[in-house]
């Protein structure tokens, strides 16, 4: 074994640049377990060896810094990206009479825009309120954007201004436009343009990668649609960035019915996230059929990512009792406000303040059913826990009780009976 270890050495010491080049790319190729910072070791390596053999190909010198970009991307660290990816598209433009080197810079300029946005949206620079970090920040996001439109102008001149190859670059610029400046309207357009290449393409006969890839585009779209509506909203009834807001909940919930979103289970924390800000659409346009769909669905999938007994999931089910209650469902949702109280009784205990809220709420729903001694036994729970927890003389207890006694009051006779044994 040894002997053999020393014979592969010698021989990769005797073997020509170009040739270990050659052997690196197809491990590379070939990796199906190797960790991301493997493939940036080899990269690099790949890089040192083209600078030898290829030294005045200015092509294969690009080729080679625009892969250990990419590299960089995949492992999680744009910042180290951006020099080659820089380094990588000066030598494509030097050689662009070269058909090869023509078709592989939009790719190139691809990874500068995303290595630039995503140093951008980078954590600890979003948190950042100094005035050279924020001019920083500034000049980076100018910089992504020159990227990004410098792109999409190289993939209209190689592929065509419709082709699918254009969709990763609005994908790209379009959330860097939300998560630096907040620019919804530049995103909207963006996506919208990517939505109809999409749509395009998939017009005959659409393959199941093509069909997932449309969907996804229309979530992304609506996503971004809700998340502005929610910052648009001012409270006001009749202002126009509230009659904004109403808009652009409805075509966010257009979008999402002509996707898959609400027929397929929420299969991923993304999914059920989109789900939630649906039902919170659905909720302040008052569709209380679609609100509670779109609930039910993500209910499904939290419980099953975390657990039935999990204060996520009681945080939902508490969502949809509401929800239910508005649609006059009382039933329904008494049962689920029993749910919630279950489940933060397993979490915090039978004393814990939290059961104050829901046990009110089960009040109610009680009330609405004509269950008297249940509502008065649910209420009483709730009297007892805030008397603990504020004192008997708190405001929280004193409302409760004023409830209470109203509710007694309107009792059957015997109701009262049964419920002063229990």
Not at 107 to 133: C, E, F, N, W, Y
Not at 284 to 295: D, F, V
């Amino acid at each position: 074994l040894v002997l053999d270890e020393a014979q592969e050495e010698e021989e990769e010491l005797h073997s020509s640049p170009e040739a270990r080049v050659r052997e690196l790319e197809g491990r590379i190729d070939h990796a199906t377990s190797a960790s991301a910072l493997d493939l940036v070791g080899w990269r690099c390596e790949c890089l040192a060896l083209t600078q030898i053999a290829w030294a005045d190909d200015l092509f294969q010198l690009g080729r080679a810094s625009f892969l250990l970009a990419r590299a960089y991307l995949d492992a999680g660290m744009p910042f180290p990206a951006i020099p080659h990816a820089e380094r990588a598209e000066s030598m494509l433009l030097a050689s662009a009479a070269r058909p090869e080197a023509e078709a592989l810079l939009p790719k190139a300029l691809l990874a500068l825009a995303d290595s630039l946005s995503r140093a951008v949206l980078a954590p600890g620079r979003r948190g950042r309120t100094s005035q050279k970090a924020r001019g920083n920040a500034a000049a980076l996001y100018k910089r992504a954007a020159d990227a990004y439109h410098r792109s999409l102008l190289a993939m209209h001149r190689v592929f065509g201004r419709g082709h699918v190859a254009c969709c990763p670059v609005l994908r790209g610029w379009a959330r860097m436009a939300v998560g630096r400046s907040s620019d919804f309207a530049l995103a909207r357009r963006l996506l919208a343009r990517e939505l109809q290449i999409r749509s395009a393409k998939g017009v005959n006969d659409p393959t199941a990668a093509e069909s997932a890839a449309l969907d996804e585009t229309r979530r992304e779209l609506a996503s971004n649609m809700l998340l502005e509506a929610k910052v648009a909203s001012s409270g006001r009834d009749n202002s126009p960035s509230s009659l904004r807001a109403a808009r652009l909940r409805r075509e966010a919930i257009a979008l999402l019915a002509g996707s898959e979103v609400e027929a397929a289970p929420a299969g991923t924390m993304e999914a059920a996230r989109l789900r939630l800000q649906l039902a919170e659409a659905c909720i302040e346009l008052e569709a209380w059929g679609q609100a509670e769909a779109a609930l039910v669905s993500a209910i499904g999938y939290t419980e099953h990512a975390f657990g039935c007994c999990d204060h996520r999931s009681a945080a939902l089910w508490a969502e949809l009792a509401s929800i239910r209650m508005r649609q006059q469902r009382h039933e329904a949702a008494a049962a689920d406000y029993e749910h919630v109280v279950t489940v933060l009784e397993l979490l915090h205990g039978p004393h814990d303040e939290r059961l104050i809220a829901p046990c009110e709420k089960l009040c109610h729903a009680l009330v609405a059913l004509g269950r008297w001694r249940d509502a008065r036994l649910a209420l009483g729970r709730a009297q007892r826990l805030a008397c603990a927890r504020y004192g008997v003389d708190s405001q929280s207890a004193l409302r409760i009780a004023q409830v209470l006694r109203s509710i007694e009051q309107q009792m059957p006779p015997e109701d009262q009976g049964d419920g002063e044994e229990e």
